[in-house]
């Protein structure tokens, strides 16, 4: 475990932060998402997002998407059962509501990793929300990744690289940005991030109405301290 994991163990006030995650297809959200994740899964909620895609390899059900039919995913529109929804290259995602304002109200930080569409609508609805996108060194290092990924044909790839274009035009809209070059750097700024925000002041109060406060026993001992300097003084 990494010498800053153990920093992040603040006790949530009140209602959580909402963490928001985005970026192009490929700059590696889910990666970077998994690793956030491995160290701070006591105190941040993954919100698991919904989609009509088909499984990638290695991904599961319940732990990586919800993977439904369009027909379920329509409906769950219709109930205004989604915080957020979008249609990205001929397929739905969404983040159901439900669990995201659950836990928010149980005090807890969740994390949502979402398309930038989705992302956008976040910010209009929860404007608390902390947004943070994901961008690539480069267009040519996105394509790498898309072409080494190997789950797409060119034409959907290229398709992809003209909505990264568009998409990263939108980064002005984010409070945060991280560069995703080499993978534990961008991990590290992206904890940093949740980092700060846990030391905003409305997150702090309970720490500042701590050191207002006076211990006994440190007392006593301060007693004995001035007493001997007295003494020594005299």
């Not at 992040?8 to 932060?17: H, I, P």
């Not at 192009?24 to 990666?31: D, E, H, L, N, W």
């Not at 807890?108 to 994901?134: K, N, S, T, Y």
């Not at 534990?184 to 409305?202: C, H, K, Q, T, W």
Request: aromatic share 8%; charged share 25%; proline share 4%.
């Amino acid at each position: 475990m990494p010498w800053f994991a153990g920093l992040f163990e603040v006790s949530a006030v009140a209602r959580g932060t909402l963490f928001v995650m985005t970026g192009a297809s490929g700059v590696g959200k889910g990666t970077i998402r998994a690793q956030v994740m491995g160290y701070l899964h006591k105190s941040l909620h993954y919100s698991i997002s919904m989609t009509t895609r088909a499984p990638r390899p290695g991904e599961k059900h319940g732990q990586d998407y919800y993977f439904v039919s369009k027909e379920e995913f329509e409906a769950r529109i219709a109930r205004n059962g989604f915080l957020e929804h979008a249609e990205f290259v001929g397929n739905y995602y969404g983040t159901p509501r439900e669990p995201v304002e659950e836990a928010l109200d149980r005090g807890l930080d969740v994390l949502l990793e979402i398309e930038v569409q989705g992302a956008l609508q976040v910010a209009e609805r929860a404007p608390d929300a902390v947004m943070i996108f994901i961008v690539p060194p480069s267009l040519s290092e996105l394509k790498h990744r898309l072409l080494l990924r190997g789950t797409e044909s060119l034409e959907k790839i290229e398709k992809r690289l003209a909505q990264a274009r568009r998409e990263m035009e939108a980064a002005h809209n984010f409070h945060y940005v991280v560069v995703n070059d080499e993978l534990g750097s961008a991990v590290n700024d992206f904890m940093a991030v949740i980092r700060a925000e846990r030391l905003r002041y409305p997150r702090m109060r309970e720490a500042i109405a701590q050191a207002l406060t006076h211990d006994p026993e440190i007392d006593a001992e301060n007693a004995v301290l001035e007493e001997t300097i007295r003494k020594a003084g005299s």
